[in-house]
C-alpha cells in the first residue's frame, strides 16, 4: 500500500464505523467458532480452572488480534472496512507497522470495556479519532474510491 495523503480522504463517520464493525463481527464470529474447536483439550491438560479460563481467553483475544492486525498491517483494511470503504493508516500516511496494530488493539479493548465510550469519543473528537486512533497514532479514513479498479 502506497502513502496516503490525508487530505485527499475524510475521517471516517460514527455510521461507516459502526457498519464496518458490524460486518467484521459477522466474520469474527466464524472465525472464532472454528478456533475454538480445541478449547475443550485445555480442560483435559490444564487441571486448575483459572488457569484454563485464562489460556482459553487469551488464545481468542490472539485469533482476534490476529484477524484485526493481519488486515491492518497489510492492506489497512479488514473484511468489514473494505466493503464501507474505510482504511486505517498512520498519522504520516503510511501503512500500520505491527506494533501500531498491537496498540491500536489493546486500545480499542479499553474502548470496548468502557462501554463504548472510546468509539463513541470519535462524534465529538475534532480530528474524528477514536481512543484507540490517539493512544496508536492512527486515522481511520474514507476513501469512496478505494475499491474501484484503474
Not at 459477522?26 to 474447536?37: N, Y
Not at 470503504?85 to 501500531?100: A, E
Not at 463504548?116 to 475534532?126: C, K, P, Q, Y
Request: aromatic share 12%.
Amino acid at each position: 500500500m502506497n502513502k496516503i495523503n490525508l487530505a485527499d480522504c475524510p475521517a471516517a463517520r460514527f455510521g461507516r464505523r459502526l457498519g464496518a464493525i458490524f460486518y467484521d463481527l459477522i466474520v469474527l464470529l466464524g472465525i472464532l467458532f472454528i478456533a475454538g474447536l480445541p478449547l475443550p483439550l485445555v480442560d483435559a491438560f490444564v487441571e486448575d480452572m483459572a488457569s484454563a479460563t485464562f489460556l482459553k481467553r487469551a488464545y481468542l483475544l490472539g485469533v482476534i488480534f490476529l484477524y484485526l492486525g493481519g488486515f491492518w498491517v497489510n492492506g489497512g483494511q479488514t473484511v468489514g472496512m473494505k466493503a464501507w470503504r474505510l482504511r486505517i493508516i498512520c498519522q504520516n500516511g503510511q501503512p500500520l507497522t505491527w506494533k501500531k496494530a498491537l496498540t491500536r488493539y489493546l486500545g480499542g479493548c479499553l474502548s470496548v470495556a468502557s462501554f463504548g465510550l472510546g468509539f463513541i469519543w470519535a462524534t465529538v473528537d475534532r480530528k474524528k479519532q477514536s481512543w484507540h486512533d490517539k493512544l496508536s497514532g492512527t486515522h481511520l479514513i474514507w476513501c469512496p474510491d478505494s475499491n474501484k479498479k484503474n
